[in-house]
């Protein structure tokens, strides 16, 4: 790690307390000290926010927000599946200044997944077979895709 990088740590020394830990329905959990551990000061005595979305406050009470908070789901649609390969589009992105979508960052992926078991004989003859299902799958959807 470069030291430019390097951030150091804020808790004062390791401090154990007794507390409660809440699970919200949205996905966040929330840890409060009990009442008679108030004397215990964690951090200097402001609010310390770490990586990952973790918030600590001086008296101890921690709040860890959900992995992927504000995400609007994957980035990827999958249109079409084999049983080794897979025809994927990056979901459509709109524009904030006037609602227009950005066709320059949108992508159709084909990806393809083999064993290496398989050896090459069979893994060339199910690719040339999963190949034409996908080409045979774009070629109906040519009307609806907006091709480059």
């Known amino acids: 790690m470069k030291?430019?990088?390097f951030r150091p740590q804020i808790l004062q020394?390791?401090?154990q307390m007794d507390g409660s830990i809440n699970f919200m329905t949205n996905g966040d959990i929330n840890v409060y000290p009990c009442p008679w551990e108030d004397e215990k000061q964690v951090t200097g005595g402001e609010r310390v926010r770490?990586?990952?979305g973790i918030e600590v406050d001086a008296d101890g009470r921690t709040r860890v927000k959900r992995y992927n908070d504000g995400l609007q789901g994957p980035k990827h649609d999958v249109l079409y599946e084999t049983p080794h390969g897979?025809?994927?589009v990056t979901r459509p992105l709109y524009r904030s200044d006037n609602g227009r979508r950005r066709l320059k960052d949108e992508y159709v992926y084909v990806t393809f997944k083999f064993p290496k078991k398989y050896g090459l004989a069979l893994t060339k003859a199910?690719?040339?077979e999963e190949a034409d299902q996908i080409m045979s799958y774009l070629k109906t959807r040519k009307e609806e895709t907006i091709w480059k």
Request: no cysteine; net charge positive; proline share 7%.
């Open 13 to 15: 020394q390791n401090v």
């Open 86 to 88: 897979a025809v994927k």
């Open 126 to 128: 199910l690719y040339e």
């Open 50 to 52: 770490y990586r990952a």
């Open 3 to 5: 030291p430019s990088f």
